[in-house]
T-cell receptor, first 114, second 114 residues
Framework: NAGVTQTPKFRVLKTGQSMTLLCAQDMNHEYMYWYRQDPGMGLRLIHYSVGEGTTAKGEVPDGYNVSRLKKQNFLLGLESAAPSQTSVYFC?????????????FGPGTRLTVT | GEDVEQSLFLSVREGDSSVINCTYTDSSSTYLYWYKQEPGAGLQLLTYIFSNMDMKQDQRLTVLLNKKDKHLSLRIADTQTGDSAIYFCAVAQALSGSARQLTFGSGTQLTVLP
């Protein structure tokens, strides 16, 4: 099992450009999440999904959109990138059938917006 | 909202025990986690504890939970240089269904000196 994978690993954007980050998981997990990590801080939840075709806002959703067309994939879109979106983005997945409800994280995407 | 606090740095000698502390504010949190992050990598789940437990031991790791004081600690016995990393405490809050938002502390940088 690859677990949770993220594409791309690194990206540099100019202000106003758009891009999509892809998250894939092969654990058949129902729930998927997008977090961002800023220097010296913990992770903050952007959006999440409890199933195929459903998404919901997290703590810091502004400037991002998401889609979950297939159970194994969760896409994070930036329509018009801003320097404040420079961050490391982590995807995670979980299932309600594990006792600990633990979230498994991908390796992250480092995004720089100039 | 939930607030999670950790001290920023901890240095120990190889072979000693390390104790990383965390405090949180939401007493209704059911699941509490410890994650490890090595440079340039994603988050690796180390262990978790339910809020109805006082202690959990897993090989070299011991988690203590004082629910009255809202204090969580992670003890690493016989600390090795490979344990050098950032350790995050995370507290789960309910979203829809069984999905959980993790609120993270800012992380404790553990440095193990030879």
């Amino acid at each position: 099992n690859a677990g949770v994978t993220q594409t791309p690993k690194f990206r540099v954007l100019k202000t106003g450009q758009s891009m999509t980050l892809l998250c894939a998981q092969d654990m058949n997990h129902e729930y998927m999440y997008w977090y961002r990590q800023d220097p010296g801080m913990g992770l903050r939840l952007i959006h999440y999904s409890v199933g195929e075709g459903t998404t919901a806002k997290g703590e810091v959703p502004d400037g991002y959109n998401v889609s979950r067309l297939k159970k194994q994939n969760f896409l994070l879109g930036l329509e018009s990138a801003a320097p404040s979106q420079t961050s490391v983005y982590f995807c995670a997945s979980s299932t309600p059938y594990r006792v600990g409800r633990e979230q498994y994280f991908g390796p992250g995407t480092r995004l720089t917006v100039t | 909202g939930e607030d999670v606090e950790q001290s920023l740095f901890l240095s120990v000698r190889e072979g000693d025990s390390s104790v990383i502390n965390c405090t949180y504010t939401d007493s209704s949190s059911t699941y509490l986690y410890w994650y490890k992050q090595e440079p340039g990598a994603g988050l690796q789940l180390l262990t978790y504890i339910f809020s109805n437990m006082d202690m959990k031991q897993d090989q070299r790791l011991t988690v203590l939970l004082n629910k009255k004081d809202k204090h969580l600690s992670l003890r690493i016995a016989d600390t090795q240089t490979g344990d050098s990393a950032i350790y995050f405490c995370a507290v789960a809050q309910a979203l829809s269904g069984s999905a959980r938002q993790l609120t993270f502390g800012s992380g404790t940088q553990l440095t193990v000196l030879p």
